[in-house]
T-cell receptor, first 113, second 114 residues
Framework: DAGITQSPRYKITETGRQVTLMCHQT?????MFWYRQDLGHGLRLIYY???????DKGEVPDGYVVSRSKTENFPLTLESATRSQTSVYFC????????????FGAGTRLSVL | DQQVKQNSPSLSVQEGRISILNCDYT??????FLWYKKYPAEGPTFLIS?????DKNEDGRFTVFLNKSAKHLSLHIVPSQPGDSAVYFC?????????????FGKGTKLSVIP
């Protein structure tokens, strides 16, 4: 199906484990973003990418790693998960021709025990 | 330093009445604003936007007003419907080279009571 999809939708892991959240979009949008949503904080930008092989830090990048070898994929890796990384993670994409409108995936709810 | 602020965490409105959601910003360089709507267990979806060259933008039941001198925008929903119950985020693109990044407010949870 066309659009932006995230997987898994739910994930439970333990402190210290590596976790990768996947994001795939079928629109060939140039820009992709990762956010986390926490109570009292709204949406905070973790990392973003302007194109394949171009990534940059957002507001809260510590503890996360991203890569973008293909335009359509933008995985987010927690190298050593901590309890403070328990959150809902959203991936988004945008097209330079449509300005700043970002289109979001359904989210991944991650619990770190 | 939060540059986009939504000071009301929640709002309850009767069905059929007007809902007014407010947003303040601190960066006078912001020249474009967006509102997103989010249902539980779903991602945010784009609702409406406004450019700083306008003071009003309307789309059906949704109208956004921008007061540049007060650095304030508001989203009006008339009439409110139970399906409008959701969290609403206002957002603005960061200025300069990172303009494709959005900075979001913390959100306001709207409950429309039947």
């Amino acid at each position: 199906d066309a659009g932006i999809t995230q997987s898994p939708r739910y994930k439970i892991t333990e402190t210290g484990r590596q976790v990768t959240l996947m994001c795939h979009q079928t629109w060939s949008h140039s820009y992709m973003f990762w956010y986390r949503q926490d109570l009292g904080h709204g949406l905070r930008l973790i990392y973003y990418s302007a194109a394949a092989d171009i990534t940059d830090k957002g507001e809260v990048p510590d503890g996360y790693v991203v890569s973008r070898s293909k335009t359509e994929n933008f995985p987010l890796t927690l190298e050593s998960a901590t309890r403070s990384q328990t959150s809902v993670y959203f991936c988004a994409s945008s097209d330079i021709h449509r300005g700043n409108i970002q289109y979001f995936g359904a989210g991944t709810r991650l619990s770190v025990l | 330093d939060q540059q986009v602020k939504q000071n009301s965490p929640s709002l309850s409105v009767q069905e059929g009445r007007i809902s007014i959601l407010n947003c303040d910003y601190t960066n006078s360089m912001f020249d474009y604003f967006l509102w997103y709507k989010k249902y539980p267990a779903e991602g945010p979806t784009f609702l409406i936007s406004i450019s700083s060259i306008k003071d009003k933008n309307e789309d059906g039941r949704f109208t956004v007003f921008l007061n540049k001198s007060a650095k304030h925008l508001s989203l009006h929903i008339v009439p409110s419907q139970p399906g409008d119950s959701a969290v609403y985020f206002c957002a603005a693109p960061r200025s300069g080279a990172g303009s494709y990044q959005l900075t979001f407010g913390k959100g306001t949870k709207l409950s429309v009571i039947p």
